[in-house]
Each structure stands twice: as structure tokens, then as C-alpha cells.
């Protein structure tokens, strides 16, 4: 594909990540990070993320199954679950946390209260890795990083 | 020793060379955090938990800034560090940092004897302020 056309279209798809609202303002503050010495530090601490995010979700997996009365440890996965997800600027993610949260605070748990923050955790995912793939091919100079 | 040493060549402008504790039993978080410290020429050290973050102090290292993290382990474990640091004499400058935005939160993390509260995520333009107001008093 033509690199000014894949400028573009990556430009595209990172404007509908925040128009569709998978992703907020505090994903222009990780771009801001990235320089000659880090040219790729948003994927990186993406991926990071991403790691650190599955081994939660096991971890809340299991206390699910084991222990789904003791609403203080759900509780306390699911801020370190925000609290990342709100940094990497996850918006709908830390959204779909807050409600799941709330619930622990009512001791009100079902599964498919955790259901649906596991798949929104995936959808981002694919959505992010489907992005870095095609920022990959345009290159670090030539990223398009503006805020809006 | 607990903790990493993370520096960089010197970025910006502060006048003095600075010297942070990032408590957070989150890597990730960590990483983010060592980052933009990083790039304003902040020598920055992580530690997981409150035990690491105790024997930074023991060892005689000299802060002028903590990060604590409020939900480690357990949902209070900065509250607790913040009072433990305070307790023994640190006079660092110590920022907690929590998911919770309720006022409630904010006093329990003051009362400790944090400076400051910010809720996450934190912000750079916030975290440059803090370290130039402490760059200045130096």
C-alpha cells in the first residue's frame, strides 16, 4: 500500500479508536513519552499492559471460582485492573472496571459481570495490536502523534 | 539492594538532580511512571511493596520524591507505608496515587502524611509541577 495512504488509514483508525470511545486522552500522554531513544514506547507499554492485564484476569478468574464471596480481593484486582487500564487511556475498559467495582462495593457479583470486562479486554486487544501492526509498516518517523 | 536504578541522560530543566522512589506492586505502572520521570532527568528507583520501599530508606538512601501507590496487596497498603515512612522520619516529598477520585480517599492518604493525592491516571503536566516546586526549594 502507498505510505501516504498508510499514514492515513492509520491516522483513521486511531481517530475511530477514540471516536468509538475504546480509548481517551491518556493515550496522547503515552504518545507524548515516545523519542529517538523510545521510538516505540507506546507499543511497548501496551504490550506490557496487555500482559499484566491477562495474569489479573486469571487471577480474578480464580478467585471467581474459588472464593467469590470474598468481594475485598475481587475488589482489590479490579482497581490494580482500572488503575492500568485508565493509564494506558482504556477508556471503555476502565469503564466496564468501575461498574464491576461498584458491584463488589454492593457485593452483588454475577459472572457475567466480570464476562463483560473480559471481553472488552479483548476487543481492545485486537483492536490495538490490529493498529500497531499498521504503525509498524508506516515507521517511527513518520508517525502521526498529534493530540487532538 | 531493594529496587532498580533507572537513569537516563539528563532531559529537561530542572536545576538539580532529583532522586525518586516509585512504590507500585504494578510493573506496569512502574514502567510508566520510571518514563516520565526518566525524561526529565529524575533518577528514579522502584520498589513492589512497603517492605522494599522500608529498606530503600534503611539503606540510607536520600528522596526527595515518593510515588506510593495506594492498592498494593491490599487496598490500604500505601496508607499504611506512607504513615510507616513518616514514622520513621522521611521527609520526602510522598504523592500517593489511587484509582479512587472521592474526597474520602484524598484525607485518608493526607492524614497518613502524604504532601499530595492524584488520582489515576497520573498526569505529567502534575507530576513536572511537583518536581519543580520541590527543584526550587532546593
Redesign the interface.
Known amino acids: 500500500m502507498e505510505h501516504s495512504n498508510l499514514k492515513r488509514l492509520v491516522t483513521s483508525m486511531k481517530q475511530n479508536l477514540f471516536d468509538q470511545g475504546y480509548l481517551d486522552e491518556?493515550f496522547y500522554?503515552?504518545e507524548?513519552?515516545e523519542?529517538d531513544?523510545?521510538p516505540n514506547?507506546v507499543e511497548e507499554?501496551v504490550n506490557?499492559?496487555f500482559?499484566?492485564s491477562s495474569r489479573l484476569m486469571t487471577n480474578i478468574e480464580r478467585a471467581l471460582e474459588t472464593n467469590p464471596g470474598d468481594f475485598?480481593k475481587l475488589?482489590?484486582y479490579m482497581?490494580?485492573f482500572?488503575?492500568?487500564s485508565?493509564?494506558i487511556?482504556a477508556s471503555k475498559l476502565k469503564n466496564e472496571c468501575l461498574q464491576f467495582h461498584e458491584k463488589c462495593e454492593q457485593e452483588n457479583i454475577e459472572g457475567r459481570s466480570f464476562q463483560k470486562v473480559k471481553s472488552e479486554h479483548g476487543i481492545l486487544k485486537q483492536k490495538l495490536e490490529a493498529y500497531f501492526q499498521l504503525l509498524r509498516q508506516v515507521g517511527p518517523g513518520d508517525r502521526a502523534t498529534s493530540s487532538n | 539492594m531493594a529496587g532498580i536504578w533507572e537513569t537516563?541522560p539528563n532531559a529537561l530543566s530542572l536545576k538539580h538532580k532529583l532522586r525518586a522512589l516509585v512504590v507500585n506492586?504494578?510493573?506496569?505502572?512502574q514502567?510508566?511512571l520510571v518514563?516520565?520521570l526518566s525524561?526529565v532527568g529524575v533518577e528514579t528507583l522502584v520498589a513492589d511493596n512497603e517492605k522494599e520501599a522500608l529498606e530503600v530508606i534503611q539503606e540510607g538512601v536520600i528522596l526527595d520524591l515518593i510515588i506510593m501507590?495506594r492498592?498494593m496487596?491490599?487496598?490500604d497498603d500505601g496508607i499504611h507505608a506512607t504513615r510507616k515512612l513518616r514514622a520513621m522520619g522521611v521527609t520526602a516529598k510522598i504523592i500517593g496515587i489511587?484509582?479512587?477520585d472521592m474526597r474520602e480517599a484524598e484525607l485518608e492518604f493526607l492524614n497518613a502524611g502524604a504532601d499530595e493525592y492524584l488520582t489515576?491516571?497520573?498526569?505529567?503536566e502534575k507530576l513536572m509541577s511537583i518536581l519543580e516546586e520541590i527543584d526550587n526549594k532546593i
Not at chain 2, 120 to 124: G, N, R, Y
Open positions: 491518556q500522554e503515552l507524548n513519552l523519542d531513544i523510545s514506547f507499554v506490557t499492559y500482559k499484566h475485598h475488589d482489590s482497581q490494580q482500572k488503575g492500568s485508565s493509564s487511556g | 537516563y506492586d504494578s510493573k506496569f505502572e514502567v510508566l518514563a516520565v525524561r501507590d492498592e496487596h491490599d487496598l489511587s484509582t479512587e489515576k491516571p497520573v498526569k505529567k
